[in-house]
């Protein structure tokens, strides 16, 4: 770890970004939350951690936070966020910063995201023209998005949604956010494009089947039509886009299982945690 030892994490209150700080705070870095003024979970951030106002959409917005800064853990999000800001944020970062490490996505890894496409692989383009080490954190699922069905779970013994079959190597989140925090206060992962996933291939129905089993109660899958799930998510918010890629891609993990590998415990010393023990950890989420 460098002197300064100061790092700044973006999206810092979202599903992997208090786990990141908690994490940089464990490695002795000083930690910078960036988060937006009126942003609702800021409880989330772990004690010790600053708090700096600011917005990726106003790329002037990140001068002080980035002050004095050594790395970056970036999250951009894809879902309230355009791209258009992106080049912007990224000289920013470059003028001050030494390291970044980037939350990508397992289809810029498999070569199913396309750069036009204004997501992963675009930032992660953008990255390689700078200066700066990078390193990239391309994810698979995370075991978090078993969240999504909690309120069926909840109310009923039977989720219907599409795909149950499709098989994915999800990765506990904050399994990635100590991948990142390694990545920026320790040598040797400069220009590294890590797949950072779990260590078990589990299907959608089978990780009902478990969050049944640590609740005490039989749960059962249903399909939902790939047309009628589409409507569903786009009614809900989804860019159409990321609805026919995600339900495209779930269709091929119903042929074969999602690529996987041993990156959790290669850099961080300890194997990856499964399924079974992050939703013992949330059981009361699904009662």
Known sequence: ?????????????????????????????????????????????????????????????????????????????????????????????????????????????????PVDNNCHAYIEQLLERTTLEWTFLRTTGFHCNALGFAAQISTGDVVRYPYGEATRTSVDEGDLAAVGAKALTSDGHARKKYLVSGPEELSQAEQVRIIGEVIGRELSWQDVEHGAARQAMVDSGWPPSYADGALDYFATLTKEPEVGSNVVEEVTGRPARNFRSWAAARADAFR
């Open 1 to 113: 770890m460098t002197a300064r030892n100061v790092v700044l994490v973006t999206a810092a209150t979202g599903n992997v970004g208090p786990h990141a700080v908690a994490h940089l705070l464990d490695a002795g870095a000083r930690v910078r939350a960036l988060v937006l003024r009126d942003d609702p979970n800021i409880g989330r951030l772990p004690q010790g951690v600053e708090i700096c106002y600011g917005d990726l959409a106003e790329p002037d917005s990140l001068d002080e936070a980035l002050e004095g800064v050594d790395g970056v853990f970036l999250m951009w999000p894809f879902f309230a966020l355009p791209v258009d800001t992106a080049p912007a944020v990224l000289k920013k970062i470059e003028a001050k910063a030494r390291r970044v490490a980037f939350v990508s996505s397992v289809g810029v890894h498999i070569g199913l995201e």
